[in-house]
């Protein structure tokens, strides 16, 4: 799960990620995007571009 | 003291602050970030957790999610007459009940008060599958930020000193330092060099423009100054969620004002 907020500065970043996620995987550019959704900081941005989602494949082993 | 807001808004804020000595400017800065009080999850009683996440990293997710605060209606546990056990003039309980699939947002919280809720409905706190459930009931009260970073109600929460730019009478408007200046609020106006309009505030005092006079062989000494006003201060606070910008500076300046109170009266003490 994407951290609910930037481990830098505390900003709340992850109510963003749903969108950010789509529009990444619509090819668009991650700094449009990120600057759209107005992540101005490069600590909250880097949240976003380097997540890895791995929910999904702990599921199994519940 | 003066403060002269150039932007205010809910979640953000910057202002000067004039008249007022560089201790004073810290103080406000650290009694924003670190004293004034925010409600979030503490106590958690974890009925069901049959998610992927373990059940510590479920509570310290909750625990991050901003709660709507209402410093006025509510006391700190600490000051209360419950004895940090737990009352209503203190704490407000929340319940969550999810059964998957679905994604468990920060919405699905029920508070038991109306106006301590969930500053956003969409902060995602885990994935369930098929038959997962989570059944929680969650403790939140007020506490001071120098406690945790979850109750602190800023995310940042700064200042810098205000910038002056001279330059003397050895400048030729030669433009070495309009075009080293990161911040590009520089220009060569006429013979000399001087500041464009109204963008003298995003200087962050770096100095590159000094360093570039002197590389242009002027002396030992640079024609282009860059000094600061020792009692003028820029500010910038966000908020986090938990109140809003104005609420925030409010109760840092309360803080300062209740304890130079203590501090004064402490004093006339002694004195006798």
């Not at chain 1, 959704?37 to 949240?47: A, H, I, K, P, T």
């Not at chain 2, 992927?52 to 997710?61: N, P, Q, S, V």
């Not at chain 2, 995003?202 to 006079?213: F, G, I, N, V, Y």
Request: aromatic share 6%; with cysteine; charged share 25%.
């Amino acid at each position: 799960m994407i951290p609910v907020r930037c481990f830098t500065c505390g900003k709340v970043i992850s109510t963003v990620y749903e969108e950010y996620k789509r529009r990444r995987d619509a090819n668009e550019d991650p700094k449009k995007i990120l600057d759209d959704l107005g992540l101005d900081r490069y600590c909250c941005r880097r949240m976003l571009l380097t997540h890895k989602e791995i929910i999904d494949e702990l599921n199994p082993y519940q | 003291m003066k403060i002269e807001f150039s932007s205010l808004e809910e979640s953000a804020a910057s202002f000067i602050l004039s008249d007022v000595s560089i201790a004073f400017a810290n103080a406000l800065r650290r009694a924003m970030t670190s004293e004034v009080m925010a409600f979030a999850i503490e106590d958690v009683k974890i009925y069901d957790n049959t998610s992927a996440l373990f059940d510590e990293i479920l509570t310290h997710r909750l625990g991050l999610i901003p709660l709507v605060t209402d410093p006025d209606n509510f006391v700190p546990r600490s000051q209360c007459s419950c004895d940090g056990t737990g009352c209503p003039r203190c704490t407000v309980t929340l319940t969550m009940s999810v059964e998957g699939p679905c994604v468990v947002m920060s919405g699905d919280l029920v508070s038991q008060d109306a106006f301590v809720q969930p500053a956003e409905d969409k902060i995602p706190i885990v994935k369930l599958e098929k038959s997962q459930k989570v059944v929680i009931e969650a403790q939140a009260y007020m506490e001071r930020g120098i406690e945790h970073a979850k109750w602190s109600p800023v995310t940042v929460c700064g200042y810098k000193n205000y910038p002056a730019i001279t330059h003397d009478e050895r400048c030729d408007g030669c433009g070495l330092c309009v075009e080293v200046c990161p911040k590009d609020i520089l220009q060569v106006k006429g013979s000399v060099i001087g500041v464009k309009d109204g963008v003298l505030e995003l200087c962050s005092l770096c100095r590159l423009c000094e360093l570039a006079c002197l590389n242009s062989g002027i002396g030992n000494e640079p024609a282009i100054h860059i000094g600061m006003d020792e009692r003028k201060f820029l500010f910038t606070v966000e908020s986090a969620g938990a109140l809003p910008t104005v609420g925030i500076i409010k109760h840092g300046l309360l803080f300062l004002k209740n304890h130079s109170d203590e501090l004064h009266e402490a004093l006339s003490e002694i004195r006798g």
